[in-house]
């Protein structure tokens, strides 16, 4: 941006000095420029989104309680990602938590609505290959049961790894994620 300021300098006090200025300053110039306007995708949530709900599912927020996962390393989580679904499912009169326990049959005992995002292992932090079970054999053991006794679960899971982290608990339930990603 310096150099931005010094060049608007030198063409207003005369434009033929444009000369003076090097060819590695025109670059990096060019190299802003072309860096502001491009369009910078991004996966943030819209936090000035407010959602209008005419007619809430439970008005005096006495709805089911929701947890949303974030104790496995959840890409999409209530502070972040989340956030504003979360929002949305409190105007509608839900109760949504956030779930950073250990997952026992006690810890998940009032939840009516249990809901996991893009969870993850500890060693795919790093990298994606080979992907690890987000959940060990107790949790999955645990879920299943809380299921079996009324619990809803609902698994979102996008690309690897995190396809691949869910399978196991998914597996439980009768279906499989795929572990890949497209190119």
């Not at 049961?145 to 690897?160: F, Q, R």
């Amino acid at each position: 941006l310096l150099m931005l300021f010094k060049l608007v300098k030198i063409l207003v006090r005369d434009p033929s000095d444009i000369r003076k200025f090097s060819f590695i300053y025109n670059y990096i110039i060019f190299i802003v420029l072309i860096t502001i306007a491009l369009p910078v995708p991004s996966q943030t949530p819209n936090y000035a989104y407010n959602p209008n709900i005419g007619q809430t599912s439970y008005p005096n927020h006495n709805g089911p309680i929701i947890y949303i996962d974030e104790s496995h390393l959840n890409l999409h989580t209530l502070k972040n990602r989340w956030k504003m679904t979360g929002k949305l499912l409190e105007k509608d009169g839900y109760r949504v938590y956030p779930f950073d326990n250990e997952l026992t049959h006690e810890s998940i005992n009032e939840c009516d609505i249990f809901i996991i995002v893009n969870a993850t292992h500890e060693k795919n932090k790093a990298r994606i290959n080979p992907t690890y079970s987000a959940f060990r054999p107790e949790e999955i053991s645990v879920i299943k049961t809380w299921v079996e006794n009324g619990g809803s679960l609902m698994l979102i899971a996008d690309h690897m790894p995190f396809a691949g982290a869910i399978n196991n608990l998914a597996n439980v339930f009768g279906f499989s994620f795929e572990n890949g990603h497209a190119v």
